[in-house]
């Protein structure tokens, strides 16, 4: 079965600090890894996406990794700001002749405190 | 580039009532999702269409959840009669064809009273 299970499923941290969010799925076969940002009242955004033959991805203070081999990806977010409290989804994608099909993880709830 | 628009925003109705949501997604985009997300969980996927055809529907509560998508364009999500249970925020999202990112709209909130 395709499942993605994120963790934790919340976070609280203090402004300044770092973070991780981890992310193992079972999709097969594997297409792409996303992880994406839910503001509050908002659709997800994407922030970084991840393939098969990349074990790391930077965009700012967001660094993701990916073990294709053991089937696990976590978002590291360095120097938190108040503006990253939202929900973190990791997305993993398996294409067929149909299109693009995205498996969703239940998310990971970070608020950043001042 | 306009991204993915839906409406309404918010909708209030009573259980037993009929509700539809509208979705128009970007430009081009062939691929065309409608997501339920219950507060505090992530996105499940209801319906994935590919122009006008089907893809996937295995998780649409087809006693009570319709959609279609006639022109291959814009979508239309039905629900009747609603459930206390249908609370949710329901998301549209679009894709280019075979394209790797959907992009989402913000989404319609429905509470069931």
Sequence with gaps: KNQVEQSPQSLIILEGKNCTLQCNYTVSPFSNLRWYKQDTGRGPVSLTIMTFSENTKSNGRYTATLDADTKQSSLHITASQLSDSASYICVVSRMNNAGNMLTFGGGTRLMVKP | ?113
């Design chain 2, 1 to 113: 580039e306009a991204g993915v628009a839906q409406s309404p925003r918010y909708k209030i109705i009573e259980k037993r009532q009929s509700v539809a949501f509208w979705c128009n997604p970007i430009s081009g985009h062939a691929t065309l999702y409608w997501y339920q997300q219950i507060l505090g969980q992530g996105p499940k996927l209801l319906i994935q269409f590919q122009n006008n055809g089907v893809v996937d529907d295995s998780q649409l509560p087809k006693d009570r959840f319709s959609a279609e998508r006639l022109k291959g364009v814009d979508s239309t999500l039905k629900i009747q009669p609603a459930k206390l249970e249908d609370s949710a925020v329901y998301l549209c999202a679009s894709s280019p064809y075979k394209g790797t990112e959907a992009f989402f709209g913000q989404g319609t909130r429905l509470t069931v009273v």
